[in-house]
């Protein structure tokens, strides 16, 4: 199957942004800002998010992650950069989306630079970036 | 942790060249098992570690923490800090129970203020991933904003 400039990524789902997974993720991460695990700290702050906890920046990247290994395989990726307009929060539901921006060989190698993005249905495009993925594994 | 002043900007700008200590990390089977299912997905076959690992993975190897590179841009609280971008860089897959060597140093930091003219300072990490060979596995550049007198 080819790969054009300009076909988009299937989509990738995530329902429900879970605060229980932001906990397990802080400890692992040894994270100590409470705005991944404690509602209160997040309510207490001027932003008007509620009592919902805010996701850490490596799991709203791992949903394009998540995305881009479910097209193109496994060992797909060679370089992700995102960025972090908006704030993803618990009980949010997200979908990582992308298309392809062109496409290309190095070292005999056929690579697509993506533009990837985390959507939610009513506030937008909370996570942005872009990926460099190798098409072998497609091939 | 809570300061309250805003640390002279000649302090901020003298963490450039900053080098972590440097070590090694093993991601383990239970900590790939929990990582993967944090992110949704299904674990990764052939003992594959999800990348999501390449946000701790580098600063545990380097021998730093969150919390210190927090204190080293002498956070107001651990509540000020915002996320500029986060760059991966993969060369490798990453394998389970594999002692990964890395290296990291401070590679930005300088006083940079907002449009409405409020201070804030910006700070850029870098860290090197190899394998055991010395192989490179995986670069990643980490750069945040801590921001000054905005909560």
């Not at chain 1, 997040?42 to 394009?64: D, E, F, H, W």
């Amino acid at each position: 199957m080819s790969v054009e400039p300009g076909d988009p990524i299937p989509d990738w789902v995530m329902p429900c942004v879970s605060a229980q997974r932001m906990q397990t993720m802080a400890a692992i991460l040894r994270d100590p800002n409470p705005l991944h695990w404690d509602r209160d700290a997040v309510n207490a702050l001027p932003l008007g998010l509620g009592k919902r906890t805010i996701n850490q920046g490596p799991l709203g990247l791992s949903y394009m992650i998540n995305m881009l290994q479910a097209w193109a395989g496994p060992d797909c990726i060679r370089r992700i950069v995102m960025r972090f307009p908006d704030v993803v929060l618990d009980g949010d539901q997200v979908t990582a989306r992308g298309v392809v921006d062109s496409v290309y060989t190095v070292d005999a190698e056929q690579r697509a630079d993506c533009r990837v993005w985390l959507e939610h249905d009513e506030r937008g495009i909370l996570l942005e970036g872009n990926a460099t993925i190798t098409l072998q594994a497609r091939q | 942790m809570t300061r309250s002043a805003t640390p002279d900007a000649a302090a901020i700008a003298a963490l450039l060249g900053h080098r972590f200590p440097g070590g090694r990390y093993r991601i383990a089977h239970w900590e790939n098992f929990l990582l993967t299912e944090c992110t949704g997905a299904k674990l990764l076959p052939d003992g594959r570690v999800h990348p999501v690992a390449l946000f701790h993975l580098p600063l545990a190897g380097a021998g730093t923490s969150i919390a210190e590179m927090f204190a080293l841009g002498q956070a107001e609280s651990d509540l000020s800090i915002l996320i500029e971008s986060y760059d991966w860089e993969m060369f490798q897959a990453l394998y389970e129970d594999v002692e990964y060597i890395v290296s990291g140093s401070i590679t930005a930091a300088e006083r940079r203020h907002t449009a409405q003219g409020k201070p804030y300072d910006r700070i850029q990490f870098a860290f090197d991933v190899r394998a055991p060979d010395a192989s490179p596995v995986a670069r990643t550049t980490i750069t945040w904003h801590y921001t000054r007198d905005t909560l």
